[in-house]
């Protein structure tokens, strides 16, 4: 009889322990959930992650691509911070390119160029962190420079740059 009742004991431990969903399960849960266009149901399945560990880096990181999608760009903005905070691995080109498109879009045009400028140093060859540098600092009055961030965007193959390079530049 106590065999029987160590035994049953131990499997409800046992259950209780190992179907607990880790914070990982639910970022796997949150990229599937934002990669089938259900980006509520992702931002849900990140939070919990982050519930359940704070140092969560990638439920930051994916929950901020949500965020500025959602035009959430202060939130973004955080969590985009957070992750690098967490994993300097998370502190690439992408992450202050995309960090400074959501401060172009709350209109701080000199944090937008401040990670433009960053993303650029990190990766020289970033078409798009060149296209949005010359915007910031069009938006900042400096039409001469932007110009050269447009044509240099242009060089690396940013065909969009041209529309810009023709109205604001000769």
Do not use: H
Request: net charge positive.
């Amino acid at each position: 009889m106590k065999q029987k009742i160590l035994i049953l004991i131990l499997t409800l431990f046992y259950l209780s322990v190992y179907s607990q969903k880790t914070a990982q399960d639910y970022v796997d849960k949150g990229v599937a959930a934002f990669k089938s266009g259900d980006y509520n149901v992702a931002v849900e399945y990140f939070n919990k992650a982050i519930e359940l560990n704070p140092a969560a880096d990638a439920a930051y990181y994916n929950r901020a691509i949500i965020k500025s999608k959602l035009g959430n760009y202060k939130g973004a903005i955080q969590d985009y911070t957070k992750s690098m905070e967490l994993n300097r691995e998370y502190a690439s080109a992408t992450t202050y390119y995309n960090r400074g498109f959501n401060k172009g879009k709350l209109l701080d045009y000199k944090g937008a160029l401040q990670d433009y400028n960053k993303a650029i140093e990190l990766n020289p060859s970033y078409a798009y962190a060149y296209y949005n540098r010359g915007l910031a600092k069009y938006n900042l009055g400096d039409q001469k420079e932007a110009c050269l961030d447009w044509k240099k965007a242009q060089e690396l193959g940013d065909t969009s740059a041209g529309e810009l390079i023709r109205n604001y530049c000769n």
